[in-house]
């Protein structure tokens, strides 16, 4: 997993996540949370377009992040989900929370994965 955290312009935070963010990797992406909501951004944006897979650690720590910057009054949202992240979040019904409204059309509309046991 590769975790890449930089700021824009309009001041929001940004979180990029590749590869798999499971029990392994969670740790490594707690430690960058807490750093990050220590300096309070109003905005967070976490990038998981080039996530591949997500556990339940995973998830647990996405909604840490989400908590966290609630308590403050920020506001957080998913962007690029798709494949298997998507199908958890859509498993658990957090894109109806935690995905943008911009973007929780798409998410929401994207074909559905297979149900077909294999």
């Avoid at 080039?50 to 962007?79: E, F, H, P, Q, T």
């Amino acid at each position: 997993m590769t975790v890449t955290i930089s700021t824009k312009e309009s001041g929001a935070a940004r979180i990029a996540i590749e590869g798999e963010l499971d029990t392994v990797t969670v740790g490594d992406l707690r430690a960058q949370i807490d750093k990050l909501v220590a300096n309070e951004p109003k905005r967070v944006e976490v990038d998981l377009s080039n996530l591949r897979m997500l556990d339940s650690s995973g998830v647990g720590a996405l909604v840490s992040l989400y908590k966290k910057v609630r308590g403050y009054s920020g506001g957080v949202v998913m962007i690029g989900l798709r494949r298997q992240p998507l199908a958890i979040f859509r498993l658990l019904r957090l894109e109806r929370v935690m995905v943008g409204t911009e973007l929780s059309a798409s998410a929401t509309s994207a074909p559905k994965e297979s149900s077909s046991n294999h």
